[in-house]
C-alpha cells in the first residue's frame, strides 16, 4: 500500500499521536522516507507535545482531557474554541479537587506545592533558554506580536514598554493549561538577555492576583492581572527592568 498523493492533516495526526495503524502507518512511513522535510517536522510535533506535557504544572489533565490535546489547540486557535476550552477544562479541574475531600483543604495543599503563575516560569525555561526559541510567529516587529495576541485572545498588552527598555521581539507562542490557551511572548536585549511575557485566565487555585513577585533558582516573576488575564514577566534574578516593566505593563 502506498500514498498515491500527500497525506491529509489528519493522517499526520493520526500518526503523530500513534492512532495511525497497520498498512496505513507503515505506508505512510515510507512516504516519509522519501519526503525528510515533512519527517522532520512530525518529529518536532512529537518533541512539541512531549514537552508541553512535560513542563505543564499538572499534566494528569492534558492527558485526560482531549480538548487540552495539543492537536486541538493547533486545530482551533480562535478565540470561541478557547472560551470553550477553558469552560471544559475548569469543570474537569472542578472534578478533580472535588474528590480530594473538602474544596479548601486541598487548594491550601496545591498552592503550597505549586506557587502563582509556575506555568510561565516552567514555559520561560523550555523556550526562552533554547538558543534557537521553538515559536509560532517569529518576528522583531511589535505590530506582528500585538496582531497575533489580538487575534488569538482579543486582548492587547501595552508592549511598547518593552521596547522602550531597550527590549527587541523574538516570538510568540500558543501553549495551554488547565484553564485552555495561554500565551508566551519572547523578547532579548542586545545582549542576547532575554525576558518573558506569559498570560493566561484566571485559574481555580489562582483567580485574580495580587501584585507581586518571586524568585527561584536563577529565574524571577513578577505577576499581576489585568483585564481579565493573569500575567507574568520571568527574567534573570536581579534584572532591574523588571519592576519597571512590572509597573508599566499592568497601567
Not at 109 to 130: K, T, V, Y
Not at 204 to 223: I, K, P
Amino acid at each position: 500500500m502506498s500514498f498515491p498523493h500527500p497525506p491529509s492533516e489528519q493522517e499526520l495526526h493520526a500518526y503523530v499521536d500513534g492512532r495511525l495503524s497497520g498498512e496505513r502507518r507503515q505506508a505512510l512511513e515510507r512516504y516519509l522516507a522519501e519526503h525528510p522535510a515533512l519527517a522532520t517536522e512530525l518529529q518536532g510535533w512529537q518533541e512539541d507535545i512531549r514537552r508541553l506535557r512535560a513542563a505543564l504544572a499538572d499534566p494528569t489533565l492534558l492527558s485526560s482531557n482531549p480538548r487540552l490535546d495539543p492537536v486541538y489547540i493547533r486545530q482551533h486557535r480562535r478565540q470561541r474554541r478557547q472560551r470553550q476550552l477553558g469552560i471544559a477544562a475548569s469543570l474537569l479541574l472542578a472534578v478533580v479537587l472535588g474528590l480530594g475531600g473538602g474544596w479548601q483543604l486541598r487548594d491550601r495543599a496545591l498552592q503550597a506545592s505549586i506557587p502563582p503563575m509556575q506555568d510561565a516560569l516552567e514555559a520561560h525555561r523550555l523556550f526562552a533558554l533554547q538558543q534557537t526559541p521553538a515559536v509560532d510567529v517569529r518576528s522583531v516587529d511589535i505590530a506582528v506580536m500585538e496582531r497575533w495576541l489580538r487575534d488569538n485572545f482579543g486582548h492587547v498588552a501595552h508592549l511598547d514598554a518593552m521596547v522602550e527598555r531597550g527590549l527587541t521581539p523574538v516570538g510568540s507562542r500558543l501553549l495551554v493549561n488547565e484553564q485552555g490557551a495561554a500565551a508566551l511572548l519572547l523578547f532579548e536585549d542586545a545582549s542576547g538577555e532575554r525576558i518573558s511575557l506569559y498570560l493566561r485566565a484566571p485559574g481555580q487555585l489562582y483567580g485574580t492576583m495580587l501584585v507581586g513577585n518571586r524568585a527561584q533558582g536563577e529565574l524571577q516573576t513578577h505577576f499581576w492581572s489585568r483585564g481579565g488575564y493573569n500575567y507574568a514577566l520571568v527574567s534573570h534574578a536581579g534584572d532591574p527592568r523588571a519592576d519597571q516593566l512590572q509597573q508599566a505593563l499592568r497601567l
